[in-house]
């Protein structure tokens, strides 16, 4: 059983794309396509940068989502079909592609949306990120709860064993990660992010984005999705619609939701889109299952020899 994953914000480099767009003919249309219908050249962004436009939560979303699909069309011409899906955070809409429960033109204007409506909460309410690595989630969980002081701080992403993210007020998430540090952390990690993403500070985002979602064009899945919100499989269009409005003001639940996969029969995850950064998570999530990559030219032939 073949699971398709898909990387989130913070994927995104400057030359992302340009070698799966000039090696695959397929690849480089949806890129063009991207263009056309956003009328930005993300093409260009993509290729060229400058990086700190490409890195803007509204720029970012379509670029990863773009880069995404583009090698799923790669792999889909190749016979490559995925049994179940699931994509991190942004991830999960290039997911619901994947899925057939959103076509590429829709899902390319629905995180435009998305990313103008984050970047806009993350600038009136300001906020931020940062990974704690090496601290277990329920050490973690208890340094929020200590460090929060009234303020607004949560767990953002349960990524991986050692790796958890939290978010919130600029000065809570300082608090907490130094307090992690004095509990055994190996480090801390500050994320280039607008604003505290995945935390009650994005409750604008979620009320505008759930009033936006039910006329997005969003179906039933061809293949079970696995949310992020609760690690929940659906197939149902209405359920799917809830869980990604939920998404935005919840933590991300990344290490359950690969837990459901294998339990669901899941043996190979591949990431498709940019670097590897899930493909290392599922490793040490359980590294009885195989992970492969899609991050360029070799690693997509890699793919194809060994599953199509």
Not at 91 to 97: F, H, N, P
Not at 131 to 141: P, Q
Request: hydrophobic share 45%.
């Amino acid at each position: 059983m073949i699971a398709f994953i898909f990387p989130g914000q913070g994927s995104q480099y400057v030359g992302m794309g340009a070698d799966v767009a000039e090696q695959y003919p397929a690849a480089a249309a949806v890129i063009e396509q991207a263009d056309a219908v956003l009328d930005i050249e993300l093409s260009r962004l993509m290729r060229e940068g400058p990086a700190e436009e490409l890195t803007a939560t509204e720029t970012a979303q379509p670029a990863l989502l773009a880069h995404s699909v583009a090698v799923l069309r790669v792999l889909e011409a190749q016979g490559l079909q995925p049994d179940v899906v699931a994509g991190h955070s942004l991830g999960e809409y290039s997911a619901l592609v994947a899925a057939g429960a959103l076509d590429f033109e829709s899902a390319l204007q629905l995180v435009r949306h998305r990313g103008e409506l984050m970047a806009e909460d993350g600038r009136r309410v300001g906020g931020t990120m940062a990974a704690i690595i090496g601290l277990d989630k329920e050490k973690v969980e208890v340094v929020v709860e200590e460090a929060g002081s009234g303020q607004v701080l949560v767990v953002a992403n349960y990524n991986c064993s050692g790796q958890v993210v939290v978010s919130g007020v600029v000065s809570a998430v300082e608090r907490a990660c130094e307090l992690a540090k004095q509990r055994g952390a190996k480090g801390s990690i500050a994320l280039k992010v607008s604003g505290a993403f995945h935390s009650s500070l994005m409750n604008g985002t979620a009320e505008r984005l759930g009033e936006y979602l039910p006329q997005a064009g969003i179906s039933d899945a061809r293949v079970p999705v696995v949310s992020n919100v609760d690690a929940t499989a659906r197939s149902d269009a209405s359920g799917i619609v809830q869980a990604l409005a939920r998404q935005i003001n919840h933590s991300i639940r990344w290490e359950e939701s690969v837990g459901r996969m294998i339990d669901m029969g899941a043996e190979v995850f591949v990431e498709v889109g940019p670097k590897r950064v899930l493909s290392k998570m599922i490793r040490r999530v359980d590294d009885t299952v195989e992970a492969m990559d899609t991050s360029d030219r070799e690693a997509i032939e890699e793919v194809v020899t060994k599953l199509a």
